[in-house]
């Protein structure tokens, strides 16, 4: 990975006209990976998770923050935007060198914080909108759990979800309202079967001038 310099003052490096990033937002468990992958087939998106670049920089030799990111993920904490914000920008550039026609990206997970929000639109591209998947913690929870019996990831366990549950009401929450103020979000109700929520999910992309692709 790059070394993280300030970028004080830069234009952002993609603009609207060649790319369309889409932020997917919802508690852990609200089933975004799952309608990602939806999209990815039904939309010719490319879809990134800012989790799993995180989770595979940390486990990738070499990584000068690899163990830093395994603390924060661990503790349940945000990791630190330049981090994350250089991993999704470095992503895309590779995405958009196999690509001859707009590009599409799906930005699952983030931002988790308004100044994440802030500093992407800032240096990388501003944002077409954002998907929300609402979902009470009840159920994001038994999601989880169940998950966790076979996912293998470290923090699909009762401690560390629900330190997500907190870090994402108090920090990821503020984020919804602030795009919500320039109608920048599409909030969908995600307890019903993944087959309904897609059928929501695409009336909410052509309302937005999405097409599927042929």
């Keep these: 990975m790059p070394a993280i310099t300030s970028d004080s003052g830069r234009n952002p490096t993609f603009s609207p006209d060649d790319v369309d990033v889409i932020f997917v937002l919802g508690g852990p468990g609200a089933g975004k990976g799952t309608q990602c992958a939806n999209l990815v087939k039904g939309y010719g998106f490319c879809h990134l998770s800012a989790g799993d670049l995180l989770r595979a920089e940390q486990d990738r030799e070499g990584s000068e923050v690899g163990a830093m990111i395994k603390d924060y993920i661990r503790n349940g904490e945000i990791v630190p935007m330049e981090v994350t914000i250089k991993l999704l920008e470095n992503a895309m550039n590779d995405d958009m060198k196999k690509t001859h026609s707009k590009s599409r990206f799906l930005i699952d ?104 692709k042929a």
């Design 109 to 212: 997970g983030f931002p988790r914080k308004l100044d994440q929000a802030y500093e992407f639109e800032r240096t990388v591209c501003p944002s077409k909108f954002t998907l929300f998947f609402d979902c009470p913690e009840e159920t994001m929870q038994e999601r989880l759990l169940n998950r966790g019996k076979t996912s293998g990831r470290s923090d699909d366990n009762i401690e560390s979800i629900k330190k997500r549950f907190k870090t994402f009401v108090e920090t990821s929450m503020p984020v919804v309202q602030y795009f919500e103020k320039d109608d920048k979000v599409e909030k969908i109700l995600a307890t019903s079967s993944p087959e309904k929520v897609y059928g929501i999910v695409q009336e909410r992309m052509s309302k937005r001038g999405i097409q599927a």
